[in-house]
Structures are given as structure tokens and as C-alpha cells.
């Protein structure tokens, strides 16, 4: 039966890739094909507005219709994109890009260095509300305007010329470049704005610098791109449409997928892996990914405040392997530091136990038990709240129950809306253990390391260490990226001894990606612009 269903899945993908290859935009039989791609996507995008938008759903179409300062290669590497090239000065306080000659506006206007300036600025404007404005707080200024302290004309930006963009920031941002690439930086065109206002971004409406224009969007259905003809790299772009069909059931798209109505998967379902993993082999694409899926404490209040020995015992006696082997079982793994590997220039600390098995760190576990002040006769009860989700579920099931196996504690499991277990970790009123994950925005140690600092809006768990907010002072003070490197490492060191949070897994990237696609790269940020791929023939060898 299995080799019949098989049989049938390849007939029927066959069959789809070759309509959607054959695909003709409306002529008749003399017009050349047109190649339409077919991407999965897990919900909705929340905006086009690049300001607005701050979803990965919204980032991977955005990359499409949209290009900021600097892109990514396909395996990850840091390229021109609107701009051709950049400077550094010396001291690394003032960045100097060239925006390129032929770049456009998908109504064929120029972009220009005011465009960006315009956009840095509607970035940090207190009325745009933009949830990544922080993201560029190092910019001169940047801090006192998104406060409402300054105005946004005061932001650190200037176009000496339509050509010439600088960028000055308060202290040393190595990873400026970085963020340059991110569609919270991306420009928007003020005409449109000017014209449509809040509906700037409708289709029809959204002028767009990138390889593609938004022709229509159907929310909980597909968004329709098609080729900006006017884009400067327009001749190299190979794909001339592409769909992005919204797959909430994650069944649904797998089932698309294996109909050939889809050339790359969102996400693979985890009850379906294994099978997946067997049938489609090199189709299936699992990669190494910037996330990490973590506990946090509310250290603003007992029992978490003030007890390290407590957090430790917790963290001690989760068995990471376990949970990624007979739960996650997707090619995750355990996490035993804060930074995940393969970030540029870094080398990730690692908890004192890492290397320990888990009967000797269940053995430290219930020592520290027993010193934080609980025991048989004084048995700890906290609740652990996570958000709505069949994995989130089953793992803090498992955890509770070695919680309960090995310190005899009590967990009352709590599930919440995602929106709601979000407010209740900003409130910090009613949380004591709480279901959280931490994506990079950029391909440095900063991203992760920053959001534990005194203050940052992103630190949930409200952790707060002189020592930790000086050795990241320290590094941001830093041009030279040795020292810069040493400084942060040791701020990672000082974070894991406190146990502030408990690492549970690094998070990977997973793909259904079919063999007629071109030019797919695997890499840590999961960036896969349209723009790079191509269709191949169904009948083509990979």
C-alpha cells in the first residue's frame, strides 16, 4: 500500500509541476512560458508596510517585493543590494553607502538616498509605532526620538546627494550592515504615502524597490507577485511570478506539496517527519537556524528572585535529549548555551553541565534542591504557562513530569493565546515559568546577547546584572572585533552562571524544497529570496 501511495504522489506531482511549469499569462500559444513559483507560507503577513510588518511570514515576502541597503546570498554571505557599495570610517561611528545608479521604484522612479532617509526616519517616528524601531537605536539620536524626546528630522541620517547616504551612530555597531538587510530598514516611497496614505500599501497601491511588485492579496489565501521590470537587477531574475499561498494546517500545505501545487514547504509537520524524511530524502531540507526555544523565570518575584541554586535545579533536571529525540525529533538540538552556534565570529559558552550525563545532573539538581530551601517537607508548586501549540504541549508535559520524577515539584501547566501569554511576560505580575523563543534578527551574537540587557523591552524575564550590562557596554565600545568578541562571550559566561533562563533547543530550519527548483542555499537565517532561484523543467535532472 505504501509503495501504491508512493506511486500515486509521484504521478500526481508530475503531472502538477508540468501545469505549473506550462503556466502561459494569459496569450496564447506563441508568447513564451512564464515560470510561476509556488511557496508555502505558515499564516497571513500582518503588514507589507515595512514598519509595520514584524512576522517572519511578513519577512519572507517582503524580501521579495522590497530591498534594503545590503541583502544575502543564497548560503548567507552579506551582498550589495540597493546600494552599491559602502564605507567604514575609522572609528567606526559613521557609515557612507552608494546607492546605485539604475536602482528604481517599480513605477520607474529612481531611489534615492532621501528615500532612505525618509524611511530611517518614518522607522523611528513615535506615530509610525514601528515594533522593530529599536532595532536601529544606535543611529545618532535614534533613542531620544523613539521616546518622543527629540523629533525625527534630529535621526543621525543625511543624503548629501541622491547617490549618497551616511549613517552616523553613538558608539561602535559592527552589525549595522547587518540591518541593513532587514525589511524593517527597507524604503518606502513617499509619494505613495503622500497619495494613499495608510492604503499605500494595497495592491496597486505599494510602489516596491525589490525584484517583485504585489499584484493582489488574498488574506488566508495567496499573495500574487509578479517580475519589477524596473528592479536593477531585473535581468538576472529568472522567476517571472511568484505565489505565496497562505497553509495554515501544516497537513494542508505537506498534502500540497505532494500534489506538485507547491515548490517549497513553510514548514514540514513534526507527526509526519519521519515518514516525510523517508519519502522525499534530498527534498527534505533541515538546517542549522538562528533560533533558540527557552524557558524563562520571572526573576521580579519569589520564588525565581534571588535563588539561583532554585533556576539551576530546574535547568538541571530537564533532559534535553530526550525532549529532542522523542518529541521535536526534527533535527533540533539540545541547548546548553544562549547564543546558537554558527553565528559570525563567535564561539557560544556553554553551561557548566554540558558535558555531564543526565544521572549526575540529576544528582547536582536535587542537592541545589534542597539548599534553595525545598524539599518532602517543603515541596515547591510554580506554574508553567506556554501558548497554544501541540509541541509547546508535549514538551511542557515531559518537563513537568521530570520536574515531578526527579525534585518532586509541583507544575500547574497553563495555556494560553500566544497574544495573552505575550502580555502577562510584559506585565510580569502573574508568570513564574514561561514558554518563550528568541529569533535573530542579524548574524551576530549582539542579537541574542542584547535582549538580556537591564531594560530592553524584549527581556521578559526582567533579568538584570551590572557585571553583564557592562561587559556588553564594553563591547559595543569596541572597533576591534577580537576584543568586541572576548567582551560578549564573557557577557554570555555571566548569563548562564546566573541561570536567568533555561536553554531547552536550538531551533532548525524545515523545507520541502522540489528538485526542479535552482539555486536554493541553505543558512543560518533562513533567507531564501525568490529573486535567487529558478524553475528547471519537471523532466530535468536535479
Known sequence: MSRLRALVYALLFTLAAFVIWQYHDGGDGDEPARSVLHRGLVTDPESV???????????????????????????????????????????????????RENARWSNGDPVTAGHFVYSLRRLVDPATAAFYASLVADIVNARAIIAGELPPEDLGVAAPDERTLVIRVERST???????????????????IAEHGEEFTRPGNLLSNGA???????????????????????????????RHHVLIQQMTELNRYRAG?????????????????????????????LGIYYYGFNLTRPPFKDNPKLREALSLAIDRDKLVETITARGEA????????????????????????????????????????????????????????????????????????????ETRLINEEFQVLLENMRAAEVTQVFRSSWIGDYNDAHTFLSIMESGNPSNMPRYSNEEFDSLMQSAAAQTDPGLRRSY??????????????????????????????????????????????????ADAAP
Open 334 to 409: 539540545p541547548a546548553y548555551s544562549w547564543v546558537p552556534p554558527g553565528v559570525d565570529n563567535y564561539e557560544p559558552r556553554r553551561l557548566g553541565y554540558a558535558d555531564q550525563g543526565q544521572e549526575i545532573r540529576d544528582t547536582r539538581a536535587r542537592r541545589l534542591m534542597a539548599e534553595a530551601g525545598f524539599g518532602p517537607e517543603n515541596p515547591l508548586e510554580i506554574e508553567l504557562r506556554y501558548n497554544t501549540s501541540d509541541t509547546n504541549r508535549r514538551i511542557a508535559l515531559a518537563i513537568q513530569s521530570m520536574w515531578q520524577d526527579v525534585l518532586g515539584v
Open 261 to 289: 501545487e507547491l515548490h517549497i514547504t513553510g514548514t514540514v509537520p513534526p507527526d509526519s517527519f519521519a515518514q516525510v524524511r523517508e519519502e522525499y530524502g534530498d527534498e527534505l531540507h533541515i538546517a542549522p537556524y
Open 212 to 242: 517583485y511588485k504585489l499584484d493582489s492579496w488574498v488574506p488566508g489565501s495567496v499573495l500574487s507577485l509578479s517580475r519589477n521590470e524596473h528592479y536593477w537587477n531585473n535581468a538576472a531574475t529568472a522567476i517571472d511570478e511568484v
Open 49 to 99: 508596510d515595512p514598519h509595520k510588518a514584524r512576522s517572519t511570514q511578513a519577512g519572507d515576502v517582503l524580501r521579495d517585493i522590497g530591498e534594503g541597503l545590503l541583502g544575502y546570498s543564497p548560503t548567507g554571505e552579506l551582498v550589495p543590494g540597493a546600494a552599491s557599495g559602502w564605507a567604514v570610517s575609522d572609528d567606526g561611528l559613521t557609515f557612507t553607502f552608494t546607492i
Open 174 to 192: 559592527p552589525y549595522l550592515l547587518s540591518l541593513m538587510t532587514l525589511p524593517s530598514t527597507f524604503p518606502v516611497h513617499p509619494g505613495a
Open 488 to 537: 560578549l562571550e564573557e557577557a554570555e559566561r555571566v548569563l548562564l552562571s546566573d541561570h536567568a533562563v533555561i536553554p531547552i533547543y536550538f531551533i532548525v530550519s524545515k523545507h520541502l524544497v522540489s528538485p526542479q527548483v535552482r539555486g536554493w542555499g541553505d543558512n543560518v537565517l533562513d533567507y531564501h529570496y525568490s529573486q535567487h532561484l529558478s524553475l528547471a523543467p
